[in-house]
T-cell receptor
């Protein structure tokens, strides 16, 4: 299957700093990428959908100014958690697909810990 | 709105036992249904899927049948192995290509 990578796999930062997480599709072009958040022993909650070259669509209740998403190329999307606080600590997972209704391929996730 | 409900875990089985993880859904129309597996510390992998009623998805000994009458997509395996220990997520494909996940069921298989 197609491979999606995330970087970093784990990050610890101080409260108030910003953190950028990268999601890359390694062997296919992803017109659509999705960002999810997963709390311990809970399900994945969709945060936003991003299409290459256009603004991301955020789910209800997700602060777009807090979670900045950029999908500048067909192989890279980034999620920046701005002014992170301890409540932003979570496991962030991205997925990528060739188009909106094709299979989503998931990255390995990024564990964010905000002190 | 559309939703997915899974049986709560954790589920603990002995090796070679029969596995069933229940999944029911609520949806308008007939969405595609999926089972994903998440191994510790990793992202999700697609295990199997079914795109229409009465379809049976299967992979690595796992099976699930899309039952429109009971709005269910239960996951089964005849003989589990220790290596099957993971968290299993049932999901449906919502409008706009979005996936809605169940809460996940943790499976632990003991030797």
């Amino acid at each position: 299957g197609a491979v999606v990578s995330q970087h970093p796999s784990r990050v610890i930062c101080k409260s108030g700093t910003s953190v950028k997480i990268e999601c890359r599709s390694l062997d296919f072009q992803a017109t659509t990428m999705f960002w999810y958040r997963q709390f311990p022993k809970q399900s994945l909650m969709l945060m936003a959908t991003s299409n290459e070259g256009s603004k991301a669509t955020y789910e209800q209740g997700v602060e777009k100014d807090k979670f900045l998403i950029n999908h500048a190329s067909l192989t890279l999307s980034t999620l920046t958690v701005t002014s992170a606080h301890p409540e932003d600590s979570s496991f962030y997972i991205c997925s990528a697909s060739q188009d909106l209704y094709n299979e989503q391929f998931f990255g390995p996730g990024t564990r964010l810990t905000v002190l | 709105g559309d939703s997915v409900t899974q049986m709560e875990g954790p589920v603990t089985l002995s090796e070679e036992a029969f596995l069933t993880i229940n999944c029911t859904y609520t949806a308008t129309g007939y969405p595609s249904l999926f089972w994903y597996v998440q191994y510790p510390g990793e992202g999700l992998q697609l295990l199997l899927k079914a795109t229409k009623a009465d379809d049976k998805g299967s992979n690595k000994g796992f099976e699930a049948t899309y039952r429109k009458e009971t709005t269910s997509f239960h996951l089964e395996k005849g003989s589990v192995q220790v290596s099957d220990s993971a968290v299993y997520f049932c999901a449906l494909l919502y409008q706009g290509g979005k996936l809605i996940f169940g809460q996940g069921t943790e499976l632990s298989v003991k030797p």
